[in-house]
Structure formats: structure tokens, C-alpha cells
């Protein structure tokens, strides 16, 4: 009966976790231990060359060339000043949405999602004629403008679901202890706001890592990060084996933010964002 019961509940999910994703990482992983042979092509023998170009050791020329690197630093401060200033707009934001009646709040959400409506590609090539003018385009600017342009909305709405649930009466407490406003709200309701503050930061921070479509049309060739790194082997330049590689490497980057962040937050880890 349990075995049923696990099949009929959990198995499915299970299934699928493993099917579309377990697989193909495997897949991959097996791809990155191969050669990229002539007219791109992908077979024998076995090697960690792709390995160590990730790291930047040039095997052929036999020295550290850490260009890659260079790609993954770039792409991380970039995702993090990106998701700092959602933080900056979003928070006040979503008070903002969530402190009003009914009617305005339906209409404020309704803006908020109504550029999904649109293909994420044209609102992209939007920005082009909104900042050509200024001389902005290609620049690291404006793939920063498009970055928080295009990931604003996901850290907005889960900071919203969370003040929604908030117990305003642990404010007023607060107040009414004479606890001054800053105090009063870092200690009665930030601390209910913060499984969709970090919820909304995780949604903004990944994406934002192995973004490239945001880099390639606004930002061009000098604004390069490690999403258009790995979109060009896997286009381009036609060598897998290498692309793999890349992608495990901007894997192995969030699977470590994730586990620095399960780990700091204690026992409950990842199950405070549920």
C-alpha cells in the first residue's frame, strides 16, 4: 500500500525530475569528457581537456589563459548589481501594491504582468530605440537596464506574497513599546517579509547568472558573460564537449550559492521559501 501510494503521489514527479533533468545532466557530463573532432563533430578519446579550458589551461600553448574566468566574474557582479537594485525598487514596491484597496492593487499587479504578454525578444530589442538616442547601446549599461528591466517582476511578486501575510499587529506592539519606525519595522515585519525577499532574490540572482539574451542584443561582443559562452559553443563555434563543460561550471556556481544559503539559514534551509 505505501509502495502504491508513493507511486500514485510522489513516482510521477520522480519520473519526470529524472527524465528531463537527471538524464540530460548526465548526458552532458558524458559530453564534456569528449573531443570535439572535425566538421564539429563529437566522439573519442576520452580527455579533461574541456575541463581545463574551463579553468583556463591552454593545453595547446601549455599556460593559464583564465579568459573564462574573467567571463564568470563579470557575469556575477553583473547578476548581483542587477538583483541589488530590484531589491532597491522592488521592496518599497511591493508595500506599495500590497497597502492598497482592492481595486488599485489589482490594477498595479495587472501592470506588473502585463509586459509578460509580450515575446521577452521584442521587448528587448524595445530598449535599443529607447537608449540608442542617449548613445547607450551596446554598452554594459544598458544590459544592466535590461537585466533589471526583465527580472524587476519576478522579485516584485513573491516579496508581495509575503507582505500580503503579514501581521501588522507585531508593528504596532512594536510602536507601542517605543520603538522608534526603523526599529519597530526591522523587528516586527522584515522578518516576515524575508522568505519572499530571498525567494525574490533567488528568482532574480540565477536567471540574471546565465542570462544571454539581454547581453547579446544590448550589450554586444565587449559585454560578453558566461550564458553567451556557452550559447556560442553550443551555436557557433559547434563544440559541445566544450559548451558542456561551461555549463557545469555555471551549474556548479549556483548549486553552490544554494548550499551556502541552506547553510546559513539553518535547519530549515530551503524549506522557508516554500
Known amino acids: 500500500m505505501t509502495v502504491r501510494r508513493f507511486l500514485a503521489t510522489l513516482g510521477p514527479g520522480v519520473v519526470w525530475l529524472a527524465a528531463f533533468l537527471v538524464v540530460p545532466a548526465v548526458i552532458m557530463f558524458g559530453y564534456s569528457l569528449l573531443t570535439r573532432t572535425d566538421l564539429a563533430q563529437v566522439g573519442g578519446p576520452w ?73 521577452f525578444l521584442i521587448r528587448v530589442y524595445a530598449w535599443i530605440l529607447i537608449l540608442r538616442p542617449f548613445g547607450l547601446v551596446p554598452s554594459m549599461t544598458a544590459t544592466f537596464l535590461g537585466m533589471v528591466y526583465a527580472f524587476l517582476p519576478f522579485f516584485v511578486l513573491p516579496v508581495y506574497a509575503s507582505v500580503e501575510k503579514v501581521d501588522w499587529r507585531l508593528l504596532e506592539a512594536a510602536e507601542d513599546l517605543g520603538a522608534p519606525p526603523t526599529r519597530a519595522f526591522m523587528s516586527g515585519v522584515f522578518p516576515q517579509t524575508l522568505p519572499g ?21 544590448l550589450g554586444g561582443a565587449k559585454t560578453a558573460l558566461i550564458g553567451n559562452l556557452v550559447q556560442n559553443q553550443f551555436g557557433q563555434a559547434g563544440d559541445w564537449p566544450y559548451g558542456s563543460a561551461l555549463s557545469f561550471l555555471l551549474m556548479g556556481v549556483v548549486l553552490l550559492g544554494l548550499w551556502l544559503y541552506a547553510r546559513t539559514a539553518g535547519q530549515k534551509g530551503l524549506e522557508e521559501l516554500i
Open 47 to 119: 580527455t579533461l581537456e574541456n575541463w581545463q579550458r574551463v579553468f583556463g589551461y591552454d593545453a595547446l600553448f601549455r599556460e593559464w589563459i583564465p579568459d573564462n574566468l574573467r567571463v564568470l566574474w563579470r557575469s556575477l557582479w553583473l547578476a548581483a548589481l542587477s538583483t541589488l537594485l530590484c531589491v532597491l525598487m522592488g521592496y518599497p514596491l511591493a508595500f506599495f501594491i500590497a497597502r492598497q484597496d482592492d481595486r488599485r492593487k489589482n490594477l498595479l499587479l495587472l501592470l506588473l504582468i502585463i509586459p509578460f504578454w509580450t515575446n
Open 197 to 217: 525577499l530571498v525567494a525574490g532574490i533567488l528568482l532574480t540572482f540565477i536567471p540574471a547568472l546565465g542570462m544571454f539574451v539581454v547581453s547579446d542584443i
